[in-house]
């Protein structure tokens, strides 16, 4: 590993004018029906394939200068994702981009119906720090399967991945097809400018209204991957070993960096404190009792964010609570009886504290999630009965029974989230459509010419028996 880019080298950011001619670049080329052919389509997923391969070694650089990730991690949380994902359009594409036939009014017979499938144009992509990497080429692999051009964005708190991202795709990659604009907030404000087909973010829910605001001015699709406080069910009848070293992993995995991360902890009350112990157990099992020094643990990504984690850190603390501010680094944290009013609870921690509460009945923890907003995830420990329950009685993007987060890596669910927690979906087929326009189109036969839908309507006696 051999990549060159300090830990705080300033980013150069993507002027405005650079901006105005990659849209206008963009532009021209999509409009040369070239992204359209199923065959070069192919071409670029495979070739993006070989691009995240030869670059894996500078990405697991850069992830660990940028969020002190493990090469095992990186490859588990973004590289495999990618190449799986890769896998499965490359395998599928030709059979998702067919014509698809479908039934035909007996009313409009005889004609013939299809939905074509066609690419909306250019996307942007507007990427976030926490899985930079995954995040930002994710939704390209749809955006190339549909046959669009884009821009991506990524993160500019994470500046190693991004210069590698650019290093990569600047390489494989024309830029009139795909390219990458560097920036913050100024260049995101450049973007939106510009009448994008479809706008693409993954971030918080703040942010998400800024870019549907922006959207809504050029009526743009939009897709938004946001986040929230997703609830951790844990009921009398859990396996609590089991849970504990799941809600453990869940919780470290990113130094709890993670938009899908159990946020808190309602568990009853009869087995609280042994699934409070397996949980501390199953910190140390997997990054030892020097925590610190684990080359499995991430930091957290900005001094800007360690202070705002570290004003949760004041409460009832069960287990852990270290800090050091100048390593950006926090123990994995448990804080003991939390209630609804406290400070942790009013926002998504995105940070390795787990605040806990805890419940007498079921109900009482469904109308806890029912009180507030849709969470991107919801996991539930306990049996599939109360399971069942727990599923039929709320609402969230996504959800793991006895588990946490690996729902995420099933490209053949749809991943998105449910109101404050995001719109639209993607992974597997869905990122294919997220970036395509599904197109009616009734083909009507010149060889017989019924004249029931024509004035002075002779037939509509019949026409209405047809209809109804």
């Not at 568990?267 to 397996?278: F, Q, R, S």
């Not at 009945?361 to 469904?366: Q, S």
């Amino acid at each position: 590993m051999n990549l060159k880019v300090e830990k705080n080298r300033n980013m150069e950011e993507t002027s405005a004018k650079d901006i105005a001619k990659i849209y206008k670049k963009q532009r021209t080329f999509f409009a040369s029906q070239e992204t359209k052919s199923i065959d070069f389509r192919l071409q670029q997923l495979k070739k993006l394939k070989e691009a995240i391969l030869q670059y894996e070694d500078k990405v697991n650089e850069a992830l660990w200068r940028d969020l002190h990730k493990s090469k095992e991690e990186a490859f588990l949380t973004e590289t495999s994702l990618l190449i799986e994902e890769l896998n499965y359009h490359i395998k599928n594409l030709k059979s998702w981009a067919k014509p698809k036939k479908v039934g035909t009014p007996l009313q409009i017979k005889p004609s013939r119906s299809k939905i074509y499938f066609e690419p909306l144009g250019i996307g942007l992509i507007i990427a976030p720090w926490n899985y930079p990497f995954q995040l930002t080429l994710n939704p390209l692999i749809g955006a190339i399967s549909a046959g669009c051009c884009a821009v991506l964005k990524p993160s500019p708190d994470t500046p190693n991945v991004a210069q590698v991202i650019e290093e990569m795709i600047s390489e494989h990659f024309p830029s009139e097809y795909i390219t990458v604009v560097q920036g913050g907030k100024e260049a995101n404000q450049e973007l939106f400018k510009f009448p994008f087909d479809v706008m693409f973010f993954t971030g918080s829910p703040g942010v998400g209204k800024i870019v549907m605001k922006a959207a809504a001015e050029h009526l743009s699709r939009v897709v938004l991957e946001l986040g929230g406080k997703s609830p951790c069910i844990v009921n009398k009848d859990a396996n609590l070993k089991i849970a504990g070293k799941r809600i453990a992993w869940g919780k470290i995995m990113n130094a709890g960096q993670t938009c899908i991360a159990p946020d808190y902890l309602l568990v009853h009350k009869e087995v609280k404190k042994d699934l409070l112990a397996e949980i501390s157990k199953a910190f140390e099992e997997m990054l030892g009792e020097n925590i610190a020094n684990s080359n499995y643990y991430g930091r957290i990504v900005t001094p800007s964010a360690m202070n705002r984690l570290k004003k949760y850190l004041n409460g009832n603390i069960y287990y852990g609570g270290k800090i050091d501010l100048e390593e950006k680094y926090i123990e994995p944290t448990i804080l003991n009886n939390v209630t609804p009013e406290d400070e942790i609870m009013q926002e998504e921690i995105f940070g390795p504290i787990l605040p806990v509460m805890e419940f007498g009945e079921l109900t009482e923890a469904i109308s806890y999630v029912n009180g507030n907003e849709k969470p991107l995830a919801l996991y539930y420990f306990g049996k599939d009965k109360t399971a069942k329950r727990v599923l039929r009685e709320t609402s969230s993007g996504g959800a793991c029974i006895n588990d946490t987060l690996i729902h995420v890596a099933n490209h053949k669910l749809p991943f998105g989230g449910v109101g404050n927690s995001g719109m639209g979906k993607y992974h597997g087929k869905e990122s294919y459509l997220a970036f395509t326009h599904e197109r009616g189109v009734v083909n009507s036969s010149t060889k017989l010419d019924i004249p029931l839908k024509y004035p002075p309507y002779k037939f509509f006696g019949l026409i209405k028996k047809i209809v109804g």
